[in-house]
């Protein structure tokens, strides 16, 4: 019988040589492969299954050209994304990205993390994500619309509310969603309000679906912090970004009384000794789209650093990283740790370094992976889905209620299979594994596809 140990290894290399330059992936793929050894030792029939080789290449990748034209009158072109990754559970689902990075690399991580975040929540939905590598930044709201409305043109042969249903992610917000589900609606005719989420509550959105990742991050890193005795009460926080994820982890980590010192947009970030003032960061971010360097003309106190690195030197309990991927490398996590950082929470996804993850769990960090600590948005999506198909709309009360259930849920079925496994109150190995069994063993059961 095949070594579970050599099996991951070898098909990682084999990940490896298919899916050569595309570093992002692979570290998704290793990260959540080698947390896996124990599951194979133990059940050597996902290795007879294949599950490893399958559920690491997509069940479908779409590439296309996204022409649109500018207000000059110029054409332009993007090239746009969705990685139908894994269907065992459910419809694929996952968020689409507007932003200047993307490639097949992030999203085919992105899409792959998907599958075992969506498998976590409990609810049945698989893994998918797409986006183009279009930069909404600077553009009027009429290129915007020109753009996602040619990006829907052909994204919506591919998508629906059973087969895939994707929402927003960087740079994809409600105005981004309404365009979409307005060309979607144009083309196939009829009102299938369930193909997508994030809908504006108008027309077929759920309460608190905004609210959703960023909330989730916070009650789950709440879970982590009660095991041992502390929490977010009296703490000082530092959130990373300043979009949809960390305005909603800043206003849930206020209300349980912690002070959020700083955050941050790609150009740099601010530190306000007195705490960051919400309503003006809301104000300047979702409503002005302006940059994050404004904030100290209106709070003077406060300063302004340029660049994203810095901000993991303020010291702090709780370190939120909530903008991007790889924001946190082996230097500004011994920087916080130095600092007495009691516990980091992923908001973002893969925000944290392989080397800033071990140094994080070497020196008995709390630490919340992103697959479990930021399901909340797609757990809500899920509750929209859940509505859409009722056609009715439960109150913001009862999804928050229900979004609360599923972290509390998520944490505890993250720590017992840690427990199990052999790595006790290592969230990240638990998390992994937790997500990839329910998936695996659907994979077994609707045989070799
Ligand atoms: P937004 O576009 O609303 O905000 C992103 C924030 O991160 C902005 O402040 C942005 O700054 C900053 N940012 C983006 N790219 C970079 C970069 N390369 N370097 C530094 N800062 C950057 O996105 P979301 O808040 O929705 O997403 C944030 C993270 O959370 C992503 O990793 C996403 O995948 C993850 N996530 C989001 C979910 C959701 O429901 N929205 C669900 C689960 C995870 P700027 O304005 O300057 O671009």
Redesign the pocket.
Known sequence: MQVAKDYVNEVYEAVKKRNPNESEFHQAVKEIFDSLVPVFTKHPKYMDNGILERISEPERIITFRVPWVDDQGKVRVNRGFRVQFNSSIGPYKG?I?F?P?VNASIIKF?GFEQIFKNSLTGQPIGGGKGGADFDP?GKSDGEIMRFTQSFMTELCKYIGPDIDIP?????V?AREIGFMFGQYKRIHGGYEAGVLTGKGLEYGGSLNRTE??GYGTVYFVEEMLKDKGLSFAGSTVVVS??????IYAIEKATQLGAKVAAC????GYIYDPNGINLETVKRLKEVERKRISEYVKEHPHAEYYEG?IGIWSIPCDIALP????N?INDVSAQILIANGVKAVGE???M?SKPEAINAFLSNNILFGPAKAA?AG??AVSALEMAQNSMRLSWTSEEVDVKLHEIMINIYQNSMKAAEEYGYPGNLMVGANIAGFIKVADAMVMQGII
């Open positions: 968020g990205r932003h990075s992105l930044k929402a927003g992610d960087i740079g917000g959703a990742t970004g300043s979009g949809n994820v960390a941050s947009d790609s150009n994203c909530c903008a991007t991927q924001e908001g973002a996804n925000p930021n948005g797609v």
